[in-house]
């Protein structure tokens, strides 16, 4: 036997179907059990790893990784980045925290009415699990940005009610029972479709703000000729009317749903909403609907239990600390009794020596700097949520003797956390400040007399000029408030309102002189 045929042996011996048929049977026929088998194989390692992947231990893993490195993109202002990332996270484990990220990562990203809704379901889920502080958390988040919240009303005529009519909010579909009802939507450009069989579609584009409200109104659909045919009916049935009835419910967006923030949050018309508060959220969105079914009018907003009352024509009131430094810079003025004093100056006579009083003598001042405490006040109207118009008064004792009252009309805007303002002041000033000398006036006939002097030195008749002295005077003028939001606590409660933190230069124009301040102060606006 040569060595080609002990190699032919070997394979023989070990894989008989590379020397023979089996039962009739090719090499390739002999080969497929084995493929089979491979091919099991394969199926069950796959099914394997899905399930392994599909485990609430890996998914949990999976959400936290998600969530950590959404957070990290929040950190570094990539919220386009962020927010997918921590919404794969909820659904990946649903959990209040994860969805109290998402809401704030989409609220940054101007997104406030998908935030709004998340914070509904983030407090019915807070209910669920008994977290009262999450709750009130949550309730106070959603109402603070419920009065900004563009709303949109999808208007459809009768004349456009045809049959099979489909209307559209970014790619979602309306639901019927929606139409000529306010909804919460995201800030920024949406699109609106509609179609019907037979009908040509339509295609409509609007811009909406932060705080507006609109309608887009749904023409009635052309026929379109080149649409095949619809089969004739015995009988039409009547067209319907495109308003629902008043106690229709309303979908998920007029309350708690997703499908409130518009563009795509799909099927929430129906109420999808976030779905991971369980049952609970479908309460909320029930309740959310009883709500809506009440409003008087359709173009009116449905407002959720508990929510913020900063509407326009309320009341605002603010209190609070002050303290700061005023600065006098008051040349003259009159102190104590000058009748103690006298002055002379030349007539044609000679010379005249005149007592001094407070119409013909004044004092001379340096100027004073020292640290004032009191508070400051507003008292005024909201004509917007972000748009305060009212009074100011500042006040306070300056340490080393002196003192401020002073206020006038106000007008704050805010702009995110931060108020903008200005105030017109007017009101008393005194300072304790060193006296520089008493000099007497010389009548407007005898400057010529006098080598053209209009004031003279004061001689003392008793005693010498005091050290130093109260120098009051009347000022006006204005500052410029800038206010710090360091705690925003809306609330259906009178104590609904921010903690501020304002820094207020004011410059005031004295009778003689002028008057700085610059005071800082911690206040509680109620509103």
């Known amino acids: 036997m040569n060595r080609q045929d002990a190699d032919s042996a070997d394979k023989t011996s070990l894989f008989p179907w590379h020397s023979f048929r089996l039962g009739g049977r090719s090499r390739e026929a002999a080969r497929r059990p084995w493929r089979a088998l491979r091919s099991s194989a394969r199926a069950v390692g796959a099914a394997l790893a899905l399930a392994l992947a599909s485990s609430p231990g890996v998914a949990f ?11 990290q993109l929040m950190k570094k ?14 659904r990946l484990s649903p959990r209040s925290s994860t969805l109290l990220a998402l809401a704030g990562c989409h609220e940054k990203q101007g997104k406030i009415a998908t935030a709004w809704a998340e914070y509904i379901d983030l407090g019915a889920a807070a209910r669920k699990e008994g977290n009262k502080r999450l709750e009130a958390d949550a309730k106070a988040r959603g109402a603070r940005l419920e009065p900004r919240l563009p709303r949109l009303t999808l208007k459809v005529p009768r004349a456009a009610a045809v049959e099979g009519l489909e209307v559209t909010l970014d790619g979602a579909p309306v639901d019927s029972a929606a ?18 069989p037979g009908r040509k579609r339509w295609e409509g584009k609007v811009s909406i703000k932060r705080g507006e409200r609109k309608a887009v109104t749904v023409p009635a659909l052309a026929r379109d000729g080149s649409a095949a045919p619809e089969p004739a009916k015995a009988a039409e049935a009547p067209a319907k009317e495109a308003a629902p009835p008043a106690a229709a419910v309303a979908d998920r967006g007029e309350g708690a749903g997703k499908g409130a923030a518009g563009a795509g949050k799909g099927a929430a018309a129906t109420g999808a909403g976030k779905g991971a508060a369980g049952p609970e959220e479908g309460a909320a969105g029930a309740k959310a609907a009883e709500t809506s079914a009440d409003a008087a009018a359709p173009e009116e907003p449905e407002r959720t239990p508990g929510a913020s009352p900063r509407h326009s024509g309320k009341l605002v009131v603010e209190a609070g600390v002050a303290g700061g430094a005023l600065i006098g810079l008051i040349d003259a003025g009159s102190f104590g009794n000058l009748s103690s004093y006298s002055y002379s100056y030349n007539v044609p006579e000679g010379e005249l020596i005149a007592p001094c009083n407070e119409d013909v003598c004044h004092a001379g001042f340096d100027p004073a700097i020292g640290p004032f405490v009191g508070g400051q006040a507003f008292v005024g109207l909201a004509l917007s949520e972000d748009l305060h118009l009212g009074v100011r008064a500042l006040g306070g004792y300056r340490f080393g003797g002196g003192y401020l009252a002073v206020g006038g009309p106000s007008l704050a805007m805010r702009f995110g956390p931060v108020w903008l ?42 005693g010498s000029l005091p050290r130093t002295a109260l120098v009051e005077t009347f000022a006006f003028g204005g500052s410029v408030d800038v206010s710090l939001v360091l705690a925003d606590l809306p609330s259906s409660s009178w104590t609904s309102g921010a903690l501020l933190l304002n820094v207020s230069p004011t410059f005031m124009k004295g009778l003689d002189g002028f008057v700085l301040v610059a005071p800082a102060s911690l206040g509680y606006r109620f509103y």
Do not use: M, W
């Open 61 to 71: 893993a999976q959400a936290d990784a998600l969530l950590a490195e959404g957070k």
């Open 77 to 90: 202002g990539k919220l386009a980045e962020a927010c997918p990332k921590i919404e794969e996270s909820y």
């Open 179 to 196: 139409f000529g009802k306010a909804r919460p939507i995201d800030p920024g450009e949406h699109r609106v479709t509609a179609s019907a």
């Open 421 to 462: 303002g200005l105030s017109g002041l007017a009101g008393a000033v005194g300072q304790n400040a060193k006296v520089t000398g008493v000099k007497g006036e010389i009548p407007s006939e005898l400057v010529d007399l006098n080598y053209g002097r209009t004031e003279v030195e004061v001689t003392a008749r008793e």
